[in-house]
Protein backbone atom coordinates (compact mmCIF):
# COMPACT_ATOMS: atom_id res chain seq x y z
CA UNK A 1 0.00 0.00 0.00
CA UNK A 2 3.06 2.43 -0.69
CA UNK A 3 2.24 6.36 -1.38
CA UNK A 4 4.63 6.90 -4.86
CA UNK A 5 4.30 10.49 -4.87
CA UNK A 6 2.31 14.34 -4.31
CA UNK A 7 0.67 14.35 -6.86
CA UNK A 8 -1.64 17.56 -6.94
CA UNK A 9 -3.04 19.98 -3.91
CA UNK A 10 -6.66 21.90 -4.57
CA UNK A 11 -7.39 25.27 -3.95
CA UNK A 12 -11.23 26.26 -3.45
CA UNK A 13 -11.56 29.78 -5.09
CA UNK A 14 -14.13 32.32 -5.04
CA UNK A 15 -13.14 33.47 -8.29
CA UNK A 16 -11.86 30.57 -10.13
CA UNK A 17 -10.94 32.41 -13.67
CA UNK A 18 -8.73 34.98 -11.80
CA UNK A 19 -7.33 32.53 -9.56
CA UNK A 20 -6.30 30.27 -12.98
CA UNK A 21 -4.93 33.49 -14.69
CA UNK A 22 -2.92 34.56 -11.25
CA UNK A 23 -1.49 30.88 -11.15
CA UNK A 24 -0.56 31.53 -15.19
CA UNK A 25 0.25 34.78 -15.34
CA UNK A 26 2.52 34.73 -11.79
CA UNK A 27 4.06 31.21 -11.98
CA UNK A 28 3.85 29.75 -15.29
CA UNK A 29 1.68 27.43 -14.92
CA UNK A 30 -0.71 26.09 -18.03
CA UNK A 31 -4.22 25.86 -17.39
CA UNK A 32 -4.63 22.26 -19.32
CA UNK A 33 -7.43 19.56 -19.81
CA UNK A 34 -9.57 17.87 -16.88
CA UNK A 35 -12.31 15.28 -15.90
CA UNK A 36 -15.87 16.68 -16.54
CA UNK A 37 -16.97 16.67 -13.08
CA UNK A 38 -19.85 18.53 -13.75
CA UNK A 39 -18.86 21.67 -11.81
CA UNK A 40 -16.39 24.20 -12.87
CA UNK A 41 -12.71 23.19 -12.74
CA UNK A 42 -9.17 24.43 -13.91
CA UNK A 43 -6.64 21.93 -13.67
CA UNK A 44 -3.13 23.83 -14.15
CA UNK A 45 -0.27 22.13 -15.72
CA UNK A 46 3.72 22.37 -15.05
CA UNK A 47 4.85 20.23 -18.18
CA UNK A 48 2.28 17.44 -18.76
CA UNK A 49 1.85 17.14 -14.99
CA UNK A 50 -1.70 18.92 -13.46
CA UNK A 51 0.05 20.17 -9.79
CA UNK A 52 -2.75 22.39 -8.90
CA UNK A 53 -6.40 21.98 -9.41
CA UNK A 54 -9.05 25.08 -8.93
CA UNK A 55 -12.19 24.49 -8.10
CA UNK A 56 -15.29 26.39 -6.79
CA UNK A 57 -15.59 27.86 -3.06
CA UNK A 58 -17.29 29.72 -0.78
CA UNK A 59 -20.85 29.47 0.30
CA UNK A 60 -22.52 29.05 -2.65
CA UNK A 61 -21.01 26.04 -4.06
CA UNK A 62 -22.41 23.45 -6.54
CA UNK A 63 -24.48 20.67 -5.21
CA UNK A 64 -21.92 18.11 -7.78
CA UNK A 65 -19.05 20.18 -6.21
CA UNK A 66 -20.89 19.04 -2.50
CA UNK A 67 -21.79 16.00 -3.10
CA UNK A 68 -18.43 14.67 -4.78
CA UNK A 69 -15.47 16.14 -2.92
CA UNK A 70 -17.58 17.61 0.07
CA UNK A 71 -16.55 20.90 1.60
CA UNK A 72 -14.58 21.02 4.96
CA UNK A 73 -14.51 25.02 4.54
CA UNK A 74 -16.20 28.10 2.93
CA UNK A 75 -12.94 30.42 3.42
CA UNK A 76 -12.43 32.23 0.26
CA UNK A 77 -8.64 33.58 1.73
CA UNK A 78 -5.82 32.00 3.48
CA UNK A 79 -5.42 28.57 4.40
CA UNK A 80 -8.92 27.03 4.66
CA UNK A 81 -8.84 27.71 0.81
CA UNK A 82 -6.72 24.37 0.77
CA UNK A 83 -9.07 21.73 0.04
CA UNK A 84 -7.12 18.48 -0.05
CA UNK A 85 -3.58 16.88 -0.93
CA UNK A 86 -3.72 14.20 -3.25
CA UNK A 87 -0.80 11.35 -3.14
CA UNK A 88 -0.52 8.69 -6.02
CA UNK A 89 -0.80 4.66 -4.53
CA UNK A 90 -0.84 1.55 -5.29
CA UNK A 91 -2.42 -1.72 -3.61
CA UNK A 92 -5.80 -0.28 -2.61
CA UNK A 93 -7.21 -3.50 -1.28
CA UNK A 94 -4.10 -3.37 1.25
CA UNK A 95 -4.67 -0.17 1.70
CA UNK A 96 -8.91 -0.34 2.40
CA UNK A 97 -7.55 -3.11 4.53
CA UNK A 98 -5.76 -1.29 6.53
CA UNK A 99 -7.77 1.82 6.84
CA UNK A 100 -10.59 -0.25 8.27
CA UNK A 101 -8.24 -2.11 10.51
CA UNK A 102 -7.46 1.42 12.24
CA UNK A 103 -11.07 2.60 12.01
CA UNK A 104 -10.30 5.52 9.47
CA UNK A 105 -13.49 6.66 7.73
CA UNK A 106 -13.04 6.75 3.79
CA UNK A 107 -15.04 7.18 1.02
CA UNK A 108 -14.87 5.78 -2.55
CA UNK A 109 -14.65 7.53 -5.65
CA UNK A 110 -14.26 6.41 -9.60
CA UNK A 111 -13.18 8.86 -12.53
CA UNK A 112 -13.29 6.33 -15.53
CA UNK A 113 -12.17 8.80 -18.07
CA UNK A 114 -8.99 9.28 -15.47
CA UNK A 115 -8.23 5.63 -14.97
CA UNK A 116 -8.66 6.62 -11.56
CA UNK A 117 -10.20 5.19 -8.25
CA UNK A 118 -9.90 7.27 -5.07
CA UNK A 119 -10.02 6.87 -1.69
CA UNK A 120 -11.08 10.25 0.01
CA UNK A 121 -10.00 10.57 3.98
CA UNK A 122 -9.63 13.02 7.10
CA UNK A 123 -6.12 13.99 8.53
CA UNK A 124 -6.95 14.37 12.41
CA UNK A 125 -6.65 17.97 11.47
CA UNK A 126 -9.82 17.87 9.60
CA UNK A 127 -7.28 17.84 6.17
CA UNK A 128 -8.66 15.78 3.22
CA UNK A 129 -6.44 13.14 1.75
CA UNK A 130 -7.32 11.94 -1.64
CA UNK A 131 -5.52 8.55 -2.30
CA UNK A 132 -5.23 7.70 -6.32
CA UNK A 133 -5.37 4.43 -7.51
CA UNK A 134 -5.64 2.95 -11.13
CA UNK A 135 -8.92 1.81 -12.11
CA UNK A 136 -7.05 -1.94 -12.48
CA UNK A 137 -6.51 -2.26 -8.68
CA UNK A 138 -10.59 -1.66 -8.22
CA UNK A 139 -12.39 -4.68 -10.32
CA UNK A 140 -14.84 -5.67 -7.80
CA UNK A 141 -15.34 -2.35 -5.64
CA UNK A 142 -18.18 -0.33 -5.94
CA UNK A 143 -17.36 3.53 -5.85
CA UNK A 144 -19.78 5.34 -3.92
CA UNK A 145 -19.89 7.79 -6.12
CA UNK A 146 -19.20 8.26 -9.76
CA UNK A 147 -17.73 11.69 -11.54
CA UNK A 148 -19.63 9.78 -14.28
CA UNK A 149 -22.90 10.14 -13.00
CA UNK A 150 -23.28 13.69 -11.04
CA UNK A 151 -26.07 15.80 -12.86
CA UNK A 152 -25.04 18.24 -15.35
Same mark, same amino acid.
Not at 129 to 146: C, P, Q, S, Y
Given at each position: ????????????????? =???????????????????????????????????????????????????? =???????????????????????????????????????????????????????? =???????????????????????????
Amino acid at each position: MPLTHLEHFLIQAEDLD =GTRDWYADVLGMVSGPHPDFKMPVHWMYLGDEPVLHLAEGGADVSENRLKYL =GQQSTATSGSGVVDHVAFRATGLKDMMEHLDAKGIDYTKRQVDDQGLFQLFLMDPN =GVKVELNFANEEATGIKADIMASELSD
